[in-house]
């Protein structure tokens, strides 16, 4: 009898990944700018050393991460390590756990704060692999337009909590890998115009 499969997809290494979850009822994950700027931080902290970030968007219920998976030499070499070597078997439970532990962190901090109990989010946080260069740029666009899409501004361009605008500044340093994604654009000017259409 075969095992059923999981509800998702298993992470791996140098794969891309599109990661989305929402809050957990009808709660806002973030209430304020110190929520937003904190869970920020917590990315950089816990998914960095094991990931490329090329977007992201926070809105108050829910937030989405374009990103990909660095090589376990890459990862090997952050943690000056050269003793370890992740069995096939165990390589998804390996990439999943700093994820857990930036939800789990992010949810102890809210909860301490608002002094409130329970998950904050969703069982488990949602994924989509990404093999095609169109499904790549579309999950992009998608991922910039969603203040728009859930009407918290007009134009999406002037929602704060989103990499679009760190594309549109380059000179600005940023921990968004901006390199690859422009591979893609012909300049900053196509750039923008690819996301000017809604899908």
């Known amino acids: 009898m075969k095992a059923n499969k999981p509800p998702y997809e298993e992470f791996e290494f140098e794969q891309m990944y599109h ?3 929402r809050v957990s009822g009808n709660e806002n994950i973030f209430r304020n700018e110190n929520n937003y700027e904190y869970f920020l931080k917590q990315i950089s902290k816990y998914l960095l050393p094991y ?6 968007c926070l809105v108050p219920q829910r937030f989405s991460l374009l990103i990909c998976f660095r090589s376990q030499k890459e ?9 370890f070597e992740i069995s096939t078997d165990k390589i ?5 756990q700093p994820i857990s532990n930036l939800l789990n962190s992010y949810s102890k901090a809210y909860n301490k704060m608002y002094k409130r109990k329970g998950a904050l ?17 579309n999950i992009l666009r998608k991922i910039h337009q969603i203040p728009t899409e859930n009407l918290l501004k007009s134009s999406f361009q002037d929602w ?3 990499s679009y605008n760190s ?23 196509d ?5 000017q259409k809604f899908i």
């Open 19 to 21: 990661l989305f979850t």
């Open 51 to 56: 990931l490329e970030i090329y977007a992201y």
């Open 75 to 83: 990862i090997r070499e952050y943690f000056k390590s050269t003793d």
């Open 92 to 96: 998804h439970q390996f990439l999943m």
């Open 121 to 137: 989010f969703v069982d488990y946080i949602k994924r989509e692999k990404i093999d095609e260069v169109d499904l790549l740029k």
């Open 160 to 162: 704060k909590y989103s």
């Open 167 to 189: 594309y549109l500044n380059e000179q600005k340093s940023s921990k968004i890998n901006r390199h690859f994604m422009m591979r893609y654009f012909s300049n900053k000017e």
């Open 191 to 195: 750039f923008i115009l690819f996301h």
